[in-house]
């Protein structure tokens, strides 16, 4: 772990300053897109910079490890515009159709579930692929990233535990928790200081409405509210 020493409020207050930057300068989903990417580019630094070699090596979470990816996720709208944008990037549009119903009807399916009715329900992210890779790693939205585990069998269990409504311990980088979720905060106190929406808002409905009409990342950044249908 790292020093007790670690300023998180100055490491926020520079991620705000950097969402201001990129956003004071951003027109449309590309441009979002590469902000969001500047700003996970630096967690990722300070989180390198502040572990140590033993911390990261008992870092358990990787590839094909998805066992956490049935929980809702929460995402800030620039997140769903840039894993949007991501998906359908180099996509041929005859692919980009039958993505964007796979991603409403998990919407649909987990529209009213809190995380253990997820859990018992089995319903995984719609963005793992049948290894159970996670296909929008690079893009992926802050809140994953600040999951970690030593073990995955009893990240496992812990998510069996809760979904039964007992509790399991689950030992985790508390360092990299708290960094990507103050990651989190500076970003919407970026966005709200721009006078944009800093909602945080479901996964997979925020991104589908992204990949039905991405010409709204234009009116995001003019400020509107972004409506999102029932």
């Known amino acids: 772990m790292p020093s007790n020493d670690f300023d998180f409020a100055a490491y926020t207050a520079e ?6 930057s990129g956003l004071a300068r951003a027109v449309g989903a590309p441009a979002i897109g590469e902000t969001m990417a500047r700003l996970a580019e630096q967690a990722e630094t300070v989180l390198v910079t502040n572990m140590t070699a033993e911390t990261t090596e008992l870092t ?6 998805s066992a956490c990816c049935r929980v809702n996720v929460t995402v800030l709208i620039p997140e769903a515009i ?3 944008r991501y998906l359908t990037a180099d996509l ?3 692919e980009v159709a ?3 119903r796979q991603v409403e009807e998990t919407a649909r399916a987990v529209r009213w579930l809190d995380d253990d009715e997820r859990i018992r329900a089995d319903i995984p992210c719609p963005f793992l692929d049948r290894r159970g890779w996670c296909t929008i790693h690079q893009v992926r939205p802050l809140t994953c990233r600040a999951i970690t585990s030593t073990d995955s069998q009893r990240c496992s269990e812990a998510l069996a535990a809760q979904a ?3 509790y399991a311990p689950l030992l985790a980088n508390l360092f990299q928790k708290f960094l990507v979720e103050q990651t989190f905060r500076g970003i919407a106190a970026g966005l709200a200081q721009r006078g944009l929406d800093d909602t945080g808002r479901e996964l997979t409905r925020s991104v589908g409405r992204f990949l039905a009409s991405p010409e709204l990342a234009t009116d995001f950044l003019a400020g509107q509210r972004i409506a999102f249908p029932d």
Not at 15 to 20: D, G, S, V
Not at 60 to 65: D, V, Y
């Open 15 to 20: 991620i705000t300053a950097m969402t201001l």
């Open 60 to 65: 358990a979470c990787g590839p094909g490890c």
């Open 82 to 84: 840039a894993i949007a």
């Open 92 to 94: 041929p549009a005859a």
């Open 98 to 100: 039958p993505l964007h």
């Open 164 to 166: 039964a409504g007992d």
